[in-house]
């Protein structure tokens, strides 16, 4: 039972243009997303993150989008630059307590930045 | 300013022996969580402690795993009696209070040959 999925496992773009990395999710009680970015032999980077009161963040390159009808987010990183290519993991959590603290991810995207 | 520490960054274990993973939280974090990874898969929440505290631990296998958060010192992740199917990496993630934002550490690489 995959409450978060990523169903592109590797996506190549040329340097210089936008990647754009998708991620859906079943659970309406998500509440808030994060995206974080991983390198091999390292752990997880935090990324950027949405409320689900917004539809929208930006961190200069990165900016984060979230549908929520659609129960969909995706990351948009304009340029790409070939330092981007990583495993890129969609993370969502829930706003009931106790358990709210815990971040259920997708399986990852491999995002390779081709010069 | 450092961050997540994780310890060792491997550590190979024969079946049936006993795997200590450690964890040493960003200072000033007391939120510590645990995840593990496994091949190909993203990674999956094992358990949350905050000091002396075990507050979820949903994830976590219920036999031969444990986790704890002492007062001083760092959570330490326990797995006793180790099978080939514990082989993955295990990651710990700290956050100053339990809403905020988690930050990694850098993982063990568990191996049980």
């Known amino acids: 039972d995959q409450q978060v999925k990523q169903n592109s496992p590797s996506l190549s773009v040329q340097e210089g243009r936008i990647s754009i990395l998708n991620c859906d999710y079943t659970?309406?009680?998500?509440?808030?997303f994060l995206w974080y970015k991983k390198y091999p032999a390292e752990g997880p980077t935090f990324l950027i993150s949405i409320s689900s009161i917004k539809d929208k963040n930006e961190d200069g390159r990165f900016t984060v989008f979230l549908n929520k009808s659609a129960k969909h987010l995706s990351l948009h990183i304009v340029p790409s630059q070939p330092g981007d290519s990583a495993v890129y993991f969609c993370a969502a959590r829930k706003s009931s307590s106790g358990s709210a603290r815990q971040l259920t991810f997708g399986s990852g995207t491999q995002l390779t930045v081709l010069p | 300013n450092a961050g997540v520490m994780q310890n060792p960054r491997h550590l190979v274990r024969r079946r049936g022996q006993e795997a200590r993973l450690r964890c040493s939280p960003v200072k000033g974090h007391s939120h510590v969580y645990w995840y593990r990874q496994l091949p190909e898969e993203g990674l999956k929440f094992m358990v949350y402690l905050q000091k002396e505290n075990i507050i979820d631990e949903s994830g976590m296998p219920k036999e031969r795993f444990s986790a704890e958060f002492p007062k001083e010192g760092p959570s330490i992740l326990r797995i006793q009696q180790v099978v080939r199917g514990d082989s993955a990496a295990y990651f710990c993630a700290s956050s100053p209070r339990g809403w905020e934002t988690q930050y990694f550490g850098p993982g063990t690489r568990l191996l049980v040959l």
């Open positions: 659970n309406s009680m998500f509440d808030y």
